[in-house]
């Protein structure tokens, strides 16, 4: 492979790029696409060493060779982010909000005592990646590319400690719907996936690895998702599964708050709040208990409840399960909070509405 073209990014650091001979766009059926298993032509790499970052390159999709010993394998120092482009009717490509994204990466970074990684670096690879595989980007309804990086710790040592050497990736792939239809959910009683002082508010790998099983037990009983309760006491609800929790209680919209860096500020969750604010549409942000929910759906208070994230959107939540009983929401109708905000989400992620917030970037 040759490298083909070099771009200048910032930093003072010259990116290679190195262009796949055959593009294999054309063979993925965009109308079926699964959710994270097809990844487009090209990915962006740097290494951190020696306190730098260093060698940024755009390169064919494809394996990497390391080290078994890498800490990262065994220690967990990983990080990631989600977000996603769309496709604008003319064509043209846009992000959203990716400095959010940045600069939550960069807390996550802090927390799990992992370097910086630098603004102009992260939007330049960003905007070269994008623009070479611009066209696996796709413009049917409810698809998007979704944008994953992750940042790793590469040192080839077995001790416990902060490693020297990272590597930070960024793929992409693209994809349709998450959650087709409204979701199941089951409240958390035993497990939990934050504590106050933990890493709850960081993407940090390991949240989700040690999620699973709990996932596991809860859709075995047919549910898709969980709610997880805090972990002192069970009392107050945090979030579900990977996407934060609105709930609409009359006209009022609740959700938990940030405060106790046990649940994962989220991007879209902030959106959410932001559009239904202008909207005049009352907001709480405090703490919910689980038995403020269950008396609510028990006496028809609780009108609404969905999820809040980049790889769901909104994912409308028809059922909540606690204590052995499944209790149903009211069915999820156009004038529903949810659906107007979503709505008007998408509006704005696709540029069909004018962004008065300086969310969408273009390509
Ligand atoms: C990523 C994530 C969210 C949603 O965050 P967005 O920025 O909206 O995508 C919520 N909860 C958890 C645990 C997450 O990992």
Redesign the pocket.
């Known amino acids: 492979m040759d490298i083909t073209d070099t771009s200048h990014v910032a930093n003072g650091l010259e990116m290679d790029i190195i262009k796949t001979e055959v593009s294999r766009v054309s063979s993925v059926d965009f109308n079926n696409i699964p959710f994270g298993k097809i990844f487009s032509d090209h990915m962006f790499m740097v290494d951190y060493k020696d306190g730098k970052w260093l060698h940024p390159q755009i390169r064919p999709y494809g394996n990497l060779e390391m080290s078994p010993a890498i800490s990262a394998l065994h220690y967990g120092q990983a990080i990631f982010e989600?977000l996603k482009a769309y496709r604008r009717e003319d064509g043209r490509i846009l992000v959203f909000r990716p400095l959010?994204?940045f600069n939550?990466m960069n807390r996550s970074a802090e927390r799990m005592c992992m370097p910086d990684f630098p603004e102009d670096l992260f939007m330049g690879a960003l905007d070269t990646l994008l623009s070479l595989d611009k066209d696996w980007v796709p413009s049917a309804e409810g698809c998007s590319l979704y944008i994953r990086p992750v940042m790793f710790a590469t040192t080839a040592e077995i001790k416990v400690k902060s490693a020297e050497e990272y590597k930070f990736v960024i793929l992409t792939c693209p994809v349709g719907p998450y959650y087709p239809e409204p979701v199941r959910v089951l409240i958390q009683q035993k497990f939990t996936?934050a504590c106050e002082g933990g890493v709850g508010y960081a993407?940090a790998a390991g949240?989700?690895g040690a999620a699973l099983y709990p996932a596991k037990l809860a859709q075995d009983k047919g549910y898709h998702q969980l709610i997880w309760t805090d972990a002192k006491e069970h009392k107050y609800i945090e979030?579900s599964?990977?996407?934060?929790i609105v709930f609409r209680l009359g006209d009022t919209l609740v959700t938990p708050p940030l405060d106790f860096n046990t649940?994962?500020p989220?991007?879209?969750?902030d959106s959410v709040l932001t559009l239904a604010r202008s909207r005049g549409i009352q907001i709480e942000e405090r703490s919910v208990t689980v038995d403020e929910i269950v008396d609510a759906c028990k006496s028809g208070l609780l009108l609404e409840a969905f999820g809040?994230?980049?790889?769901a959107t909104i994912a409308h939540i028809e059922v909540i399960g606690y204590n052995g009983t499944d209790y149903q929401l009211p069915e999820v109708t156009d004038q529903s909070f949810s659906s107007i905000l979503l709505d008007e989400l998408t509006s704005l992620r696709i540029g069909k509405k004018e962004d008065p917030y300086g969310w969408v970037y273009e390509i």
């Open positions: 989600g959010d994204n939550r996936r993407k949240n989700y979030e599964g990977t996407m934060n649940i994962l989220g991007i879209t969750r809040a994230g980049t790889a």
